[in-house]
């Protein structure tokens, strides 16, 4: 077996993202997380307090961190791991895991599509990509980042492309799946984003996550935590795959490499289905498709998968999606299992043919990311 690669860890922003790399400009308005007066860890974001509106913010950075809620109503910042925020604790947990290569998206800046300022989303976005060049050289052939894209203003986030490839050494960008601006990701405002990313040779990654006020499939019926959070992940990620393959993206920009992360495969097979049979009986409706979707997704995209779900032999041996699927841990986030991280990805991919096994744990990530 070549080396592991989590295709899909996180980090969690220290103060110092806020306080020391944000702009001062800019600093009260970013995502934060401040202690009111009673020392309690409240979230910040455009200078609101949101805390009231969003999950125990500090549990949900830690393994199992939600499985008592009461237990996870006094957990503080302080108390989320050291490898969240520390490059060479998370080194020591991936040795003891057996992680060769860890590719690591955020946390809280998970929710930068929340800042309605372009000026601001854009600095944001700066401020994190520079701290996380400063945490992954700590080891460059093990420590990879993805930097989110300030899709608020288009021509901003072209700008910090360029400079995160070219200056910071990143092999791939992250945008959210909801729209910004009221606009879908196949909307014609956004080719020189996806034309940017083809010549950069970038992967463009697309990452959801829990607590956003952007515009959210599900968000008018659910509200409950337990609901939404169910609903959040993988209903956009099906959105935004059949914006980029049915909107004609890939059609435009051929040499693209996208993935769809942490909303598992399950739904893969039935969507890719669903999409073929309407580019078949529905295609007047979108004459600049040419190639099946399924036939795109096999060519273009990635997924990451859930250890837990039971639909990976199905999605990657019956539907012959082997060489889309990776797979990532989800550290330090409360629903990840750690210990033992990557022994739950060996079982689960333990029926898979080897062929299959390899792609998965290392060869997929390696060849999105291009490591």
Same mark, same amino acid.
């Given at each position: 077996?070549?080396?592991?690669?989590? /295709?899909?860890?996180?980090?969690?922003?220290? @103060?110092?993202?806020?306080?020391?790399?944000?702009?001062?400009?800019?600093?009260?308005?970013?995502?934060?997380?401040?202690?009111?007066?009673?020392?309690?860890?409240?979230?910040?974001?455009?200078?609101?307090?949101? /805390?009231?509106?969003?999950?125990?913010?500090?549990?949900?950075?830690?393994?199992?961190?939600?499985?008592?809620?009461?237990?996870?109503?006094?957990?503080?910042?302080?108390?989320?791991?050291?490898?969240?925020?520390?490059?060479?604790?998370?080194?020591?947990?991936?040795? +003891?895991?057996?992680?060769?290569? +860890?590719?690591?998206?955020?946390?809280?800046?998970?929710?930068?599509?929340?800042?309605?300022?372009?000026?601001? +989303?854009?600095?944001?976005?700066? +401020?994190?990509?520079?701290?996380?060049?400063?945490?992954?050289?700590?080891?460059?052939?093990?420590?990879?980042?993805?930097?989110?894209?300030?899709?608020?203003?288009?021509?901003?986030?072209?700008?910090?492309?360029?400079?995160?490839?070219?200056?910071?050494?990143?092999?791939?960008?992250?945008? %959210?799946?909801?729209?910004?601006?009221? @606009?879908?990701?196949?909307?014609?405002?956004?080719?020189?984003?996806?034309?940017?990313?083809?010549?950069?040779?970038?992967?463009?990654?697309?990452?959801?996550?829990?607590?956003?006020?952007?515009?959210?499939?599900?968000?008018?019926?659910?509200?409950?935590?337990?609901?939404?959070?169910?609903?959040?992940?993988?209903?956009?990620?099906?959105?935004?795959?059949?914006?980029?393959?049915?909107?004609?993206?890939?059609?435009?920009?051929?040499?693209?490499?996208?993935?769809?992360?942490?909303?598992?495969?399950?739904?893969?097979?039935?969507?890719?289905?669903?999409?073929?049979?309407?580019?078949?009986?529905?295609? /007047?409706?979108?004459?600049?498709?040419?190639?099946?979707?399924?036939?795109?997704? %096999?060519?273009?995209?990635?997924?990451?998968?859930?250890?837990?779900?039971?639909?990976?032999?199905?999605?990657?041996?019956?539907? %012959?999606?082997?060489?889309?699927?990776?797979?990532?841990?989800?550290?330090?986030?409360?629903?990840?299992?750690?210990?033992?991280?990557?022994?739950?990805?060996?079982?689960?991919?333990?029926?898979?043919?080897?062929?299959?096994?390899?792609?998965?744990?290392?060869?997929?990530?390696?060849?999105?990311?291009?490591?």
């Amino acid at each position: 077996m070549d080396k592991v690669i989590d /295709s899909d860890g996180h980090i969690v922003e220290p @103060r110092a993202v806020w306080a020391e790399y944000t702009e001062k400009e800019f600093r009260d308005r970013v995502i934060q997380i401040r202690p009111n007066a009673d020392g309690q860890d409240e979230l910040w974001i455009n200078g609101e307090n949101r /805390s009231r509106a969003a999950l125990p913010v500090a549990a949900s950075m830690i393994p199992g961190g939600l499985s008592d809620l009461e237990r996870a109503r006094k957990l503080r910042w302080d108390d989320v791991p050291r490898g969240g925020w520390d490059p060479a604790a998370r080194l020591k947990i991936m040795d +003891a895991e057996g992680i060769d290569i +860890a590719v690591l998206y955020p946390s809280l800046w998970l929710l930068y599509g929340d800042l309605t300022d372009p000026k601001l +989303a854009a600095a944001a976005c700066r +401020a994190y990509n520079n701290w996380m060049y400063d945490f992954c050289r700590q080891s460059p052939e093990r420590l990879y980042a993805v930097a989110p894209m300030p899709l608020q203003d288009v021509d901003a986030a072209i700008i910090e492309m360029r400079r995160v490839a070219r200056d910071l050494n990143f092999k791939a960008v992250f945008v %959210r799946p909801n729209p910004f601006n009221g @606009r879908r990701l196949n909307d014609p405002a956004y080719e020189p984003f996806w034309r940017t990313a083809q010549e950069l040779g970038v992967a463009v990654a697309v990452h959801s996550s829990f607590g956003t006020r952007m515009p959210t499939m599900g968000a008018d019926r659910y509200r409950d935590p337990f609901f939404f959070h169910m609903v959040c992940h993988p209903f956009e990620q099906q959105g935004a795959c059949m914006d980029i393959i049915c909107g004609g993206v890939l059609e435009k920009y051929p040499d693209l490499r996208v993935g769809f992360l942490e909303s598992g495969v399950g739904w893969l097979g039935y969507w890719l289905d669903r999409m073929d049979e309407h580019f078949e009986g529905m295609h /007047s409706y979108v004459p600049w498709m040419r190639v099946r979707p399924s036939e795109q997704f %096999r060519e273009h995209c990635y997924v990451t998968l859930d250890p837990h779900e039971s639909m990976l032999r199905a999605t990657s041996v019956d539907f %012959r999606m082997d060489r889309n699927i990776m797979w990532g841990s989800d550290f330090p986030h409360f629903d990840c299992t750690y210990p033992g991280i990557v022994g739950e990805v060996r079982g689960a991919c333990a029926s898979l043919p080897e062929t299959a096994r390899q792609a998965i744990i290392s060869d997929n990530g390696k060849r999105f990311y291009r490591l």
